[in-house]
């Protein structure tokens, strides 16, 4: 991605289109009762994500932070976090003034430009061990009923990313260690995309199909343009998304659907 700004792109492993979703209570004497009053209900994890992020010499990242400081939720990058070449500098410089205040609350994937610097020793420098091992850069973890997974699409500096890597192995074993109703998978490079800059991209195919093969429910990848960010409520057995645009005439769109 040569672009500086955020991006994402989410795919339905599904074979659907989502449909988009848009009590009455009565007052009795006042009485004591024997049954304790159900704990109220925890409020539905969100996410929010989007890729191609920072650089220096744009003011999409400024306009995408703003976003965040007024939106609740777990962030998740999708890559090429630091333009032009994820050095420690740009990190430090570009980065941290707009999205790093929020890396508390963030988990990140790599991307090629993040890959510009060696082994892309900026972005685990960085994210520390929130970004899994740097020899690996694939990880999960859980939020609320969901597990989410990131995973690594610059398969030449993992040792690949075919159905015999290491990384389709260890993804095997972690939806086998977690079998919950909801899976959420996120990395850089589209497997699917109907964008024109950069296509479909079959580095991912074996990771796609494991996913499938699992009964995973989202895929979030970046690699394209787009000011604005995603936000996903992830319910216990469905899911609602509302792409957040940074203008208010730009690009939105919303929906429900129900895990596989």
Not at 58 to 79: C, K, N, R, Y
Not at 83 to 93: I, L, V
Not at 225 to 235: E, I, N, P, Q
Request: proline share 7%; aromatic share 10%; hydrophobic share 35%.
């Amino acid at each position: 991605m040569t672009r500086r700004t955020c991006a994402l792109l989410a795919v339905l492993l599904a074979a659907c289109t989502p449909s988009v979703s848009p009590s009455v209570s009565s007052m009795g004497p006042a009485s004591v009762s024997a049954t304790p009053s159900p704990s109220p209900q925890a409020p539905a994890p969100v996410v929010l994500a989007a890729g191609d992020i920072a650089g220096c010499d744009s003011d999409g990242d400024e306009a995408t932070a703003e976003l965040l400081d007024g939106l609740e939720g777990t962030i998740l990058t999708l890559g090429d976090n630091a333009y032009p070449d994820g050095t420690a500098a740009e990190f430090a410089n570009c980065y941290a003034p707009t999205w790093g205040r929020h890396v508390d609350r963030t988990y990140p994937s790599a991307g090629n430009h993040d890959y510009e610097t060696d082994g892309a020793a900026g972005y685990f420098a960085y994210f520390g061990d929130r970004a899994g091992d740097p020899d690996e850069g694939w990880y999960s973890f859980d939020l609320g009923a969901w597990h989410l997974i990131a995973l690594n699409s610059n398969c030449d500096a993992i040792g690949g990313c075919g159905a015999d890597s290491p990384q389709a192995a260890w993804l095997r074993a972690d939806l086998a260690a977690y079998p919950t109703t909801c899976t959420l998978a996120y990395w850089h490079h589209p497997r699917w995309s109907s964008g024109s800059e950069h296509g479909s991209d079959p580095r991912t195919d074996a990771l796609w199909r494991i996913l499938f093969t699992a009964g995973a429910d989202l895929v979030l990848t970046g690699h394209a343009s787009t000011y604005g960010v995603l936000k996903l409520t992830l319910h216990p057995d469905a899911y609602d998304w509302e792409f957040v645009p940074v203008s208010a005439t730009g690009f939105s769109d919303t929906g429900t659907a129900a895990c596989r």
